[in-house]
């Protein structure tokens, strides 16, 4: 039984080895690839109307302005 674990333990260990070495192999972001991640088709929100719409309805239901995108309540705390 204790060879068992021993041996999941040492797979686990090379299984997350190999991924932390595949996310360190990765290169930077060259100049001439910027331009096809700034399109507007790869933001999180493409539609800017219902992206406000959205926003609109969580500052409603939160009852202040700018609850999206910074700290603190409707009582001014941060």
Same mark, same amino acid.
Request: with cysteine.
């Given at each position: 039984m204790l060879g068992i674990r021993n041996f999941v333990s040492v797979v686990i260990s090379v299984g997350v080895l190999l991924a932390?070495?595949?996310? %360190?192999?990765? !290169? =930077? $972001?060259? %100049?001439? &690839?910027?331009?096809?991640? %700034?399109? =507007? &088709?790869?933001?999180f929100d493409s539609d800017r109307l219902d992206t406000k719409f959205m &926003?609109? !309805?969580?500052?409603?239901k939160e009852a202040a302005y700018g609850g999206s995108r $910074?700290? +603190? +309540?409707? /009582?001014? /705390?941060?």
């Open positions: 932390i070495g595949g996310c %360190a192999s990765q !290169t =930077p $972001v060259q %100049a001439w &690839e910027k331009g096809n991640l %700034a399109r =507007p &088709e790869m933001t &926003e609109h !309805t969580y500052f409603s $910074v700290g +603190g +309540g409707g /009582c001014g /705390c941060n």
